[in-house]
């Protein structure tokens, strides 16, 4: 069966530090991921999407980056937080055999202190 | 621009009883809808997807409604129980799951 881990579940980083999240999917191939950011009092909102290694589609203009060095591995990254990125971040997949439903993982707590 | 609302104030019900939420749309003509449950601090679990042309679907204690006319979802749990607590959301798609809109979620609050 699929599983999809992501980590660290939570950390607290002081602005203008670096910030590096991972996920990875097992127990599929060629994945779409996934990465949304849901604040306090807002839906979910896709920060990013890829369909495949090296693919990846920015949905928001933002502070942050994604890449995806292998097909079942994906990293959301920012070079210098900002206290407004603080937030629940989720890592996700799908796939054809899925169709539109997307599983997610456990999810990471991010406070920008 | 589109909109998705969902109940915005908590859903307390006794044991036993049929939870009904909400989810209404604007502005939008989804080719299907989704309904998740997320409990604190985890990440959102699918649990049915209902397409335009399907009026109804149930799963176990579950069941979906969905009228294209009203723009409107129901997304009832029938003989709830304490662990159906949870904040459930739903998500508008028309094709690319890029695409989906996802409301705010509704908090249910089942008690024994």
């Known amino acids: 069966s699929q599983t999809i881990h992501q980590w660290p579940a939570t950390l607290v980083q002081p602005v203008g530090s670096p910030l590096s999240l991972e996920c990875t999917v097992e127990?599929?191939?060629?994945?779409?991921l996934y990465w949304y950011r849901q604040a306090a009092g807002r839906g979910l909102q896709l920060l990013f999407y890829?369909?495949?290694?090296?693919?990846i589609s920015s949905e928001v203009p933002q502070n942050l980056s994604a890449s995806r060095p292998q097909d079942r591995q994906f990293i959301l990254s920012s070079k210098k937080l900002l206290l407004s990125d603080s937030g629940f971040y989720l890592c996700?997949?799908?796939?054809?055999?899925?169709?539109?439903?997307?599983?997610f993982g456990e999810g990471s707590w991010l406070t920008v202190v | 621009s589109q909109k998705i609302e969902q109940n915005s104030e908590a859903l307390n019900i006794q044991e036993g009883k049929t939870a009904t939420l909400t989810c209404n749309y604007t502005?939008?003509?989804?080719?299907?809808l989704q309904w998740y449950r997320q409990d604190p601090g985890r990440g959102p679990v699918f649990l049915l997807l209902?397409?335009?042309n399907e009026k109804e679907k149930r799963k176990e204690r579950l069941k979906v409604t969905f009228d294209t006319t009203l723009k409107q979802s129901l997304f009832h749990i029938t003989a709830s129980q304490p662990a159906d607590s949870a904040t459930y959301l739903c998500?508008?798609?028309?094709?690319?799951?890029?695409?989906?809109?996802w409301g705010l979620g509704t908090s249910l609050a089942v008690n024994p």
């Open positions: 502005n939008y003509s989804p080719a299907y």
């Open positions: 890829s369909v495949g290694i090296g693919q």
């Open positions: 127990g599929t191939s060629n994945p779409n």
């Open positions: 996700a997949w799908s796939t054809a055999v899925s169709g539109n439903t997307i599983y």
């Open positions: 209902i397409r335009e």
């Open positions: 998500a508008l798609g028309a094709g690319n799951n890029r695409k989906l809109i």
